[in-house]
Structures are given as structure tokens and as C-alpha cells.
């Protein structure tokens, strides 16, 4: 169906064929210019390279400024994450799911406890339901932010990078105060969250709404609409709608080719049936505003306005919170029932999936993590080829990955 | 959105190459001890080597029309076990529902024809597969390690996996 | 040595003038000289070190206050001005790393060519009526020229490297350099044919007057245009954003100075640095009345001889130039950085046939009207 960029063969020295005539001057002199072979130059970008956002590396093969091939190579973060959960205790494992995605930490605890409760089948208090999606959105709003203010690095613009890290340092402080730790959460676990929001916790992420609703107009102007950043992003690694589907490419990636499909409204999952239906939120689209449908701005507009729609979601659960217990019944030492279960949950970058299989013992029979990143990043290879060096940096950072999780 | 078992009549009603059987979760039996049931999600269960069909039948059935493969990936459920399983979850942007399959790939022969031709997907997740378990995906376009080291050996997620004692000099014990 | 040419840019030197005067009697003429010589250079490298490492500091105080942050607030006390100074230190004592399979000698050359070339492009600007190093005829030229070489210490550098990066950014900075060296001299034309010569010296002397009524850029209509041009070609020179192609981190890693480290590393920096410094300088004399300002002018005219007119001048001079570098660095910290392409089609498809219009336009201006 679609073709596959070759690994790249050794560079052949190309001889432009010149007449021989033409390569001695009327004066008799020999043309100096003509006799030059040109080859391809091979560059490896990465492991330790600005753009990569981590260790991946992408061997690249570029024609002067252009980019004529290029190959991802992954692994250089492998942890074994699905191996360890193997051998680890359920409970156990939800540390370890925090640091595939480090930057949406919440959203990988969810996914792993939704997963395991699809298994066991608890009930999950509506406290914790709702604190859970107020620290999965929040947590989308940081892992955006990253994600928004790093491509701005990656085109050349350093201050939204420092804006967005004020903000998310904010968010980071909220979720200090809520489990302690401001990376690597372990909050939401199995069966419900580890324990209530401090006094006064959610009245100061009303606050922080407030004032991310201020700040978030300040990126909009500053870096979304400028016009180099336009340039340089618009009309660049287009990814149209089929070949989205095809690479299985989910979330805000998915949604800047055009394609309407958001896990959290159309598969519902925890209280977002509820939010849906209620119309708090919208999904935003690409739609080729300033060049082509699904560029690269396509993807970063679409990331910038989820911001927005998260904190929608956010009010909403503030709204309707009460008070009441914030984790089911669980044992100390978790034994789940024989079973296997999938389920995929809106991550920042696209569905995290995790699929647990259990045969009634203390720990997982088959622990397995589908990664976002992990597919995004293959569309890599298709949208090189062609561009320039500069804009494959853009289109890199366009696909947001975070190492942690494409090598887990 | 359809549910299981809509989607398992449809696959029974396109006749879906190498469709076997439905596994639903079902109770335990109270009086057999050994017995507990099976909790979680309902899967069907197909023939490996018909995997690819199965995919591009699926996906190009309006009424089904799976056009995501969410992810693929396969499980060593035991050492005495004489099959992997190879795991497959699709998904439907246009319907909102998903399928879980799951083939019996024999230990002794694991050989699949690769998936890429029905999803681009695929291909990341079969090399992942490929080296993790020694599972081999024919036809893979780009059939290296993708995660481990070109020159690692043995299958790490493989049950009976023994962790080298060293690698290129560096103990790892 | 070249005594007449040694001579020659040195006579009517302030040094010359000053070392006469304590020099005991019966020295030689040459000694003079050479003395005068020696001096000049030691000013001007502790002048242009000077120009540096406070830019340096300014670069990262105009930051830091973009971003919502401080910048050095320790070392030396006061908002961390010894910043810099702790730096120069540490790079000094650095290990000095060459990569293995680099052009040794090349590698070791081009910090030394750049900061060299930049050396020698200070030595024609005036800071003052009497305070100059040399009054050179021909300063704008002298000044284009020496900038023109610091590209090709940055070439050299990026292929004495040895590495893919480096060689990257030194075929940027070659592309980039030959497409606004144009548009940067062209619209420098158009005030020359206001001044009628290419001395700075004479030049600053032309603008004074009442209030900076007899600045350049208030000359004719063409002016703004050719200034803003003069300003962006002046970016491009220097490798300032959006303009650093040759050494865009996130694509290059560093450019042509990935390999580079310590002492040699930060040559390169302050060659940007007091590049920055010259060609706001240079935009200054010929557009914005030099050393000439409203405070200048209120010295009645007896007492332009007199050190304090010369000191208020000096300060004019570096406070305009300094305006020009904290532009410069707002505008890094501002706007993202443009693709190769849309430089290349900047410089040729924009900048110069405006710069040119620009030059058209102010001559038939000046044959009309003045």
C-alpha cells in the first residue's frame, strides 16, 4: 500500500557526464568546475542532537540542504518497562508507567488503572472519577505546553519556551500539592486516586484557569499567527487524512490531517460520556487554514486550542465535584482475576493503550504498552524525504515524541 | 458504535477469512475450585497465517470499517504453552467501536505473513514483535531490531528468556 | 617595516600626539611611531573586550527580562556584572580540544582570522572628533572588507572541523554573507551621497548642528527605507536572529562552532558580539548623526577642543551603537528563525533591487534638491 524508504545504501559517488569537449576552454585551459562528483552526505541526527527531544536518532541523507532520505533508529531509552511488568506486582507497576511519557505522567497511571480495572471490574468512586480527569487534563495542558514551547525551539524562537514552562510550573506546584512529587505522579491508582485534594486545592486550579486563560491569547500572538513562524510551518510535512489512518496515527496528529476523532468523545471513558453529551468541549481540527491540510501548523494549532478545550473540561469537573470517598475497596496485594483486556485511552500524543492479561496470580501475565510516540514517529520516514534540513527539524517536532515512550 | 456481538455476527455474516471463534468473558464455576472464569474483554479468535486478509476484510467493510490498527503485539502466556499469541486491536474512526484478536502462532514454527500491506501500522510494531519474540513477520519491509541491538540475542519478553550475563563486556549482573 | 605607511596611520593620531608630548626629547620618529602603534592596539583590543563581555552581559540581562527572568544576579553584586568576567576565566582555563582529523593549523587560524578581521574594522570608526584610531579616507570600505573576512574564518573554521555540522553552517554563512553583502553596501549609498565620502570621520563631522536637525536620516525621504534595508542586511551580517542560520542550534547543533571549545569557542563569541557593536556603529555615523546629539550640541563652540566635549561624544556614540545592539538582541528574542530559502530570496528577491530603488531614488532626490 504505501512504500517504505529503503535503509539507505552507502553513498555512490555520482560523475556529472561532461562531453569531452566541454571540458577544455578555448584557451585551453582545463574547466575546472566540471570534473566535480557530487555524493550524498550522510548525517546522523541524533542520538544527541537538539532536535530530537531525546535520544532517538534519524540517520539522515541529504543532498546539499536537502533531505533526500531518512531512517528513525530507536531504542537508545529502551528501560524493558514491559518486561518489569512481568515480574512486578500490580501495584507495583504503576511507578514504572510514569516514566514511559514523562511528560503526561497522570495520563499513563490512568491508562494502566483503567486498564487493570477493566480486568478486575471495580467501581470507581465519582470523586475519583472526577479528580482523575481534572489531573489528566491538567496534565494534557503541561504536556502541550512542552510540546508547543520546545517546537518553538525547534523553529528558532526562544522565549514561548520560558513562557510555557512559567505556566507549567504552576501546574507542576498543583500537583505537587496533590501527591507530592511534581514529574512523576503515581496518583491515579488502581481502583481510584492515592488520596483527596488538599483544602483549597481545587479553588487554586480555578485560579490557575483564570489566568491560563490570560497567558494562553499571549502564545496565540506571539508565536501561532507570527508570520516567519507561519512560513516556516505551513505547507510543510503534510500528512493527508488516509495516510493518518494508514500509519495509525491518534491524537492531535490524527486531528491535524482533518479527521474528526477524539477517544474521549467518540469512546468514552470514565466521565466523559457525561462531559460530551453536556457540550463542554469541542475537538479542534486542522483545517489547512494557512497552507495545506495537516502541516505542521495544522498539528501545533490543533495542540494550542486542545489547551483551551481542557480547560473547558476542567471547569466542568470543578463545577460538579462533592465530597465523598476517593478509592474503591482494593486489597494491599492485588490479585486480579484471570482475564485479558485493552484499553486505550486521549493521551496528549494519541492513544495509550495498555493491554493486560492476568492469570489470577499477583502479577501480570502480559503487561504491554502501546505507545503514541511510538507510532507517530514512524510517519517520520514517509515525510522526510524532499524537505529541507531545516524543515525536517520542524516536522519532527511537529510529531511531538517523547523518547521515554517510543523505547519505554 | 456496535458491540461484540454485532461486530462478531457481521465478521460471521462477511465471512471473514480466518475467522475461528469468539472468546467472551464468563463466570467461574463456584463448585470447581480450578475453574474461575474469565474476566475482561471478548476477543475473536483467528488463523495467523490469514491475519492480513482478515485485516484488509475488515477494513474495507463499510459496516465495520476498521481503518486503525491500534496496536499489535504478541504474548508468551506461559512456558509449557505450545503457542504465542499474537494480539491485535483495531479500531474505528468512523464508528467509534473496537475489535480484539487474538491468533495461535506455534512456538515451534512462529512465522506470520507481515501485516504492512493492510496498515502501514504495522510495520513499527511488527519489528518490536519480531525481536522481542522471535516471532518472524514475512514480508516486513525493514525486518531489523528496532529497539534492541542489532547483535542482541535470544527474545527478551519470551518466557523462558535468560538474561545474558554480559553484553560487549559490561556485566549486567 | 613600512615606515611611511606606519606613518601614515598614525599622523594626526591622538597617540602619536600624547606620546610626542611625554616621550623624552630626542627619541627617534619611528619609535614614536611604533609606540603610538603599539598603544592603538592595546586600546582597541581592551576596547573591543570591553564592547564584548558588556555586551555579553546585556544579551543575557535583555533575555532573561523577555523571558520573565532574571539572568546572572551573583557574580560581582550588583545584577551579576562580573558574569561575563567569571566566564572569560573558565573558558580560559579550559582544556584545549582539537577533534581528531580536524585541519589542525586551519582550526587553530579561524577564531584568530575572525577576531582579527573585526579588530581591524573597529580601527576606522570615530568614537569622537579627536578619539579615533586611524582616520582612514576610505573607512566605510575598510570597514565592509574587514567584516567581509570574518566569513571566511567562519568558512574555514566550519571545514577545519572536520565535522558534518560545522561544514553545514560554514556553507550557510557563505550563502548568506554573499547575498547581503549587496543590499547592505548598496543602501549605505545612499547616505555617502549625502556625506560626499566614505570617511566616518568626516562624516560624523558633517551631521552636526542644532538638535540632530542635520542627521542623515532626516536628509531625504529615501533614508528610512534604506536604513531599515542597512539594518536587516546588518543582521544577516552578523548572524543574528532570524537571521543565525549558520550556527541554528536546533538544526546544527552549533554550526561552525560545534567543534569548538574554551578560548577558541569564545573568540567566535566576541567577534558577534563587537560585530554587532560595528555595525551598529556604522548605522549610527551614517544615519544618525555619529557623535553628534542634542547634548552635544549645547557645548558653545570654544569648548568642542576641550576633553569633556570629547568624552560626551565618545559616550553618544557608544550609547546609539548600544540602542542599536539591544534592538538587535530584542528581536533574537522575539522572532523565530527563517529557512535557508527564505533568506536567500530575502536578500536577492527583496532587499536588493529595494536597496537599489532606495539608491535611484535619493539620487535623483539630491540632484533636485539639494
Known sequence: MTEINTPPEPPEAKTIEIPEKARTLPSGEREFMLDVSTSDLEVNMGPQHPATHGVMRILIRTDGEVVTGGQVHLGYLHRCAEKIGENVEWLQYLPYTDRYDYLSAMNNNLGYSLAVEAVMGVEIPRRATLLRTICAELNRIGSHLIAFGTYGLDIGAFTPFFYCFREREWMMALFEKICGARLTYSYIRIGGVFNDAPVGWLKEVERFCDVFEEKWQEYYDLLVVNHIFVQRTAKIGVITPEMAVDYGLTGPMLRGSGIDFDLRRDMPYMAYDEISKAGVYDVPLGRGEKGELGDCWDRVYVRVQEMMESIKIIRWCLGCIEDGPVIGDIPKVLKVPPGEAYVGIENPRGELGHYVASDGGKVAKRCRVRGPSFCNVAVLEKLLPGTFLADSVAIIGSTDVVIGETDR | ?173 | MNLMALEAATTGNAFTELLGGIAPEGTPTWALWLGAAGAGVGILVAFVSLVAMFSVWLERKVSAHIQCRYGPMYAGGWHGWAQTLADGVKLLLKEDMIPLGADKPLFMLAPALVLGAIFGALVALPLAPGFFFADVNMGLFLILAFSSLTTIGVVMAGWASNSKWSLYGAMREAAQVVAYEVPLGVSLFVPLMVAGTFSLTEASAAQSGWFGMHWFIFQNPFMLPAFIIFFIAALAETKRAPFDLPEAESELVAGFMTEYSGIRWSFFFMEEYAAMFLMSAVGAVFFFGGYHSPLTALFPEEATTGLLYQLVCAGTLIFKSFVGVFVMMWLRWTLPRLRIDQVMSMGYKYLTPLALVCVLGAAIWETIFA
Not at chain 2, 476484510?57 to 502466556?77: G, N, S
Request: some cysteine.
Open chain 2, 1 to 173: 458504535m456496535k458491540d461484540f456481538d454485532e461486530i462478531y455476527q457481521r465478521l460471521e455474516a462477511i465471512k471473514a477469512p480466518g475467522l475461528l471463534s469468539a472468546d467472551r468473558p464468563r463466570e467461574g464455576d463456584p463448585e470447581d475450585k480450578t475453574d474461575k472464569g474469565r474476566a475482561g474483554e471478548a476477543f475473536v479468535l483467528i488463523e495467523p497465517a490469514a491475519a492480513k486478509e482478515f485485516l484488509i476484510a475488515v477494513r474495507d467493510d463499510a459496516e465495520l470499517a476498521f481503518d486503525i490498527l491500534a496496536d499489535l503485539t504478541a504474548t508468551d502466556p506461559d512456558t509449557e504453552d505450545e503457542n504465542f499469541w499474537l494480539n491485535l486491536h483495531l479500531l474505528s474512526l468512523g464508528h467509534g467501536h473496537r475489535l480484539a484478536i487474538k491468533a495461535m502462532v506455534p512456538k515451534a514454527d512462529p512465522v506470520v505473513p507481515s501485516m504492512v500491506d493492510a496498515h502501514m501500522a504495522a510495520h513499527f510494531h511488527e519489528r518490536e514483535c519480531a525481536e522481542m519474540f522471535g516471532i518472524t513477520f514475512e514480508g516486513n519491509p525493514d525486518p531489523r531490531n528496532i529497539l534492541l541491538p542489532d547483535d542482541w540475542e535470544g527474545h527478551p519478553l519470551r518466557k523462558d528468556y535468560e538474561f545474558p550475563k554480559e553484553y560487549h563486556g559490561i556485566s549486567c549482573e
